[in-house]
């Protein structure tokens, strides 16, 4: 019998954390926008912008499933073991390097990366790791710098801003390493 229990209360916890103060928060500035806009622009205004905002759920909701399926997988498919010896709180220096390197290669936007820093987390990886990961993603982007920035601003501009910028996300990496705070990453549900 307490074994039938203990699922449900994982569910309670987990629907507790979903819908807890900050859903609610941007829920009631998500209903006083639009009174705004239905006050203030009329109700065609307020149909558009109900209307864009479906289709951008329609649009980011399997985006955000399957990063979260990344995520899961990945907390399955590396060991903790591994996360602990290469990025977790023994790991030093080295953590943020190697962190620094994947979060350059790791493709797509937040609903990607965001997930993945969660799911390392999860895992054991130590706080400069996970700055070093999310800020070279964000400052360096393999991926963007192929795409987007060669083709579009070429070579020289392109060598120019990495070369100013591939320090950084080691350098914020190092400087979270060793401040003197612990995270407080609400975690995700455990996986069995």
Excluded: C, H
């Excluded at 289709?55 to 990945?74: C, E, Q, S, T």
């Excluded at 700055?131 to 070579?155: C, D, F, H, K, N």
């Excluded at 392109?158 to 400087?175: E, N, Q, Y």
Aim: glycine share 8%.
């Amino acid at each position: 019998m307490a074994n039938d229990s203990e699922p449900r209360n994982k569910e309670t916890s987990l629907l507790k954390r979903s819908f807890g103060p900050s859903l609610l928060v941007f829920a009631a500035l998500a209903i006083g926008a639009g009174f705004g806009v239905y006050y203030l622009k009329g109700p065609e205004a307020y149909d558009q912008a109900t209307e864009d905002a479906w289709d951008l759920m329609i649009f980011i909701a399997p985006r955000v499933g399957a990063a979260v399926l990344i995520a899961a997988f990945i907390q399955i498919l590396v060991p903790r073991e591994v996360i602990s010896r290469l990025i977790g709180e023994n790991a030093g220096f080295k953590s943020v390097l190697i962190a620094t390197v994947a979060g350059s290669l790791t493709p797509g936007g937040p609903l990607t990366s965001f997930p993945v820093v969660i799911a390392l987390y999860a895992a054991g990886a130590n706080k400069g790791a996970l700055v070093a990961y999310l800020s070279s993603w964000a400052i360096i982007g393999m991926q963007r710098i192929i795409v987007w920035e060669l083709p579009l601003l070429g070579p020289d501009v392109t060598a120019v801003r990495v070369g100013a910028s591939v320090l950084l996300p080691i350098i914020a990496g190092t400087i979270a390493l060793y401040l003197p705070i612990r995270l407080k990453v609400p975690s995700p549900p455990e996986v069995k």
